[in-house]
Structures are given as C-alpha cells and as structure tokens.
C-alpha cells in the first residue's frame, strides 16, 4: 500500500473554496482504480490547516493519481490558495496489509 499524507495551510478567505474543490477532488478519487481511502481533514484547532490521507493499492496507481484530470483541476485550482506551499509525505502502509 503506498500512502501520502498531505500537509496544506490555506489562506483565510479561501476556506470554503478550498473545501468545495476537495470535496469534488475526493468523489472522483475515491473512484480511481487501486484507490483505497481518500480522506479530507481539517484541523479543529485551526480552520486553515488541512491533512489529505490518500492510500492507494500500490505506487505505481498513487503516482496514476497524478496523472487525473481531477487532480489536474484541483492542484491548478487552489495552487493560489495556499498559505504556504504544501507538503506531501509518502509513506509505505503496513498494516491493513
């Protein structure tokens, strides 16, 4: 399982913005061959920071993801959003198996 944990801060006055282009970035995702989860978090401690857990069946289907008109939209979309520039981890998954 390949694992990618997303760190993003964004501006204020895009929050909702943000919110509704993740929220048609994650419907499509969910849909994607090898997907296995796609979550959207937001810090309830602070409204701009967000986590995006996205695990996939294996490498080669999480860097497919990449390739997406969906992703495509959404990076293009909230590339201005950002209070800084986000930051996405890879991860190997261990268990669930």
């Known amino acids: 399982m390949q694992v990618t944990i997303v760190h ?3 501006l204020p006055q ?3 913005s943000f919110v ?8 499509a995702s969910v849909r994607e061959s090898g ?3 796609f979550d959207v978090l937001q810090s309830a401690e602070d409204p701009q920071v967000f986590v995006l ?7 080669s289907q999480a860097a497919q993801h990449k390739q997406t008109a969906h992703y495509r939209q959404w ?9 800084e520039p986000r ?4 991860y190997h998954g261990l268990f669930p198996a």
């Open 75 to 83: 990076r293009d979309t909230v590339a201005d959003w950002m209070a």
């Open 35 to 37: 997907n296995l989860r």
């Open 20 to 27: 509704e282009a993740c929220r048609l970035n994650h419907n």
């Open 8 to 10: 993003i801060k964004v």
């Open 53 to 59: 857990y996205e695990a996939y069946a294996n490498e």
């Open 87 to 90: 930051l996405g981890v890879p």
């Open 14 to 16: 895009f929050i909702d």
